[in-house]
């Protein structure tokens, strides 16, 4: 992970993102920890899965991938290339490349476009193609995503939120591009239609080699569509592995806890499993704890945890770990 992988889509190295927050008029503004030295890397053609509990920095770390955000510190290398510190004119060749599908399909889509012009937005704005070779570039988008070329002169509302995820899918292929962030792109539908829309990203993976960053909190679904998994805690990445690796043989404290909670459809063997609950509340990414950020819901801490942070140590070529109980 430190831009040894000549394979790799996409690296991300020490990244931190920080965000000022002010409390008062008088008081001194401090710094909302979101993201905390993050390091991963995703190999071309691949789906990382990001996972955590809402509000560890899984949103964040996508948006600041596609530069959404200017990073506090860390690199980010596409495809080689440090995006880092590139200008805003300087990271248009790289927005084509890098899109996003984004989580909730009611408020991402334009209620006042129609979905022809949605879609066809992204083709115009980077003058991809001419006026005429742009719509059958549409009709061509929409049914690649499972929709019909009357859909084209509908407006959203007049779609299922499981319809519109199919327009939001759509609008970020528009580009073409080669990396595309997927923050939680199932979690607003209903469950009949999530493996539908997994189906298509799986399907346009296969057919076109896109690289995934696959943020979601269904480990279900993690676990079917992901290559390796990566487990954040409070703004950082505690554990990281191939997906087989990780539901085999988990072991970061939290991560287990996640997994305990997945529900099993056996009954013998639901009986059979023991759930890990979690004592104790999430720390404030705005003052979080000494050492170790999990230390405070941890059954194993140890005297060690609340002086030194962990850092992601390799325990296998495909399983990484932050914890002080493998040192």
Excluded at 91 to 100: A, I
Excluded at 108 to 132: C, F, H, N, Q, W
Excluded at 143 to 154: A, E, I, N, T, Y
Excluded at 283 to 297: E, L, Q, V, Y
């Amino acid at each position: 992970m430190s831009g040894e992988n000549d394979k790799a889509c996409l690296e991300v190295q020490d990244l931190k993102m920080y965000f000022p927050v002010k409390s008062g008029i008088f008081s001194k503004p401090k710094q909302l920890k979101a993201v905390d030295g993050v390091s991963f890397s995703i190999d071309q053609g691949t789906t990382m899965g990001l996972v955590g509990e809402s509000g560890c920095g899984k949103t964040t770390v996508g948006r600041t991938i596609l530069k959404l955000y200017q990073p506090t510190a860390g690199k980010i290398l596409f495809q080689g290339t440090d995006l880092t510190n590139l200008r805003d004119d300087q990271m248009l060749p790289y927005r084509r490349k890098m899109q996003m599908i984004f989580q909730d399909p009611y408020t991402s889509l334009d209620p006042r476009m129609t979905v022809e012009s949605i879609i066809g937005e992204p083709i115009r704005a980077m003058k991809l193609y001419g006026p005429e070779q742009c719509r059958d570039r549409v009709r061509e988008l929409i049914q690649m995503v499972g929709l019909k070329p009357d859909h084209l002169s509908r407006y959203p509302h007049e779609f299922s939120g499981g319809q519109r995820q199919r327009i939001g899918i759509a609008r970020a292929l528009a580009a073409e591009p080669e990396f595309i962030v997927c923050d939680e792109p199932i979690s607003a539908l209903d469950v009949s239609i999530q493996a539908q829309v997994i189906n298509i990203l799986e399907e346009l993976q296969e057919r076109f080699g896109f690289t995934y960053l696959f943020i979601s909190h269904d480990l279900s679904m993690v676990r079917h569509i992901s290559h390796q998994v990566g487990v954040m805690y409070l703004g950082n990445l505690i554990e990281y592995a191939q997906v087989d690796e990780l539901f085999r043989n988990m072991l970061h404290p939290y991560t287990k806890s996640l997994i305990s909670a997945v529900p099993v459809a056996d009954p013998i063997q639901a009986r059979q499993s023991r759930r890990i609950v979690l004592q104790g509340d999430v720390p404030s990414p705005i003052d979080p704890p000494s050492g170790c950020p999990f230390k405070a819901r941890c059954a194993y801490a140890k005297e060690i945890c609340g002086q030194v942070k962990p850092e992601l140590k390799k325990m296998s070529d495909s399983h990484m770990v932050a914890c002080h109980l493998f040192s």
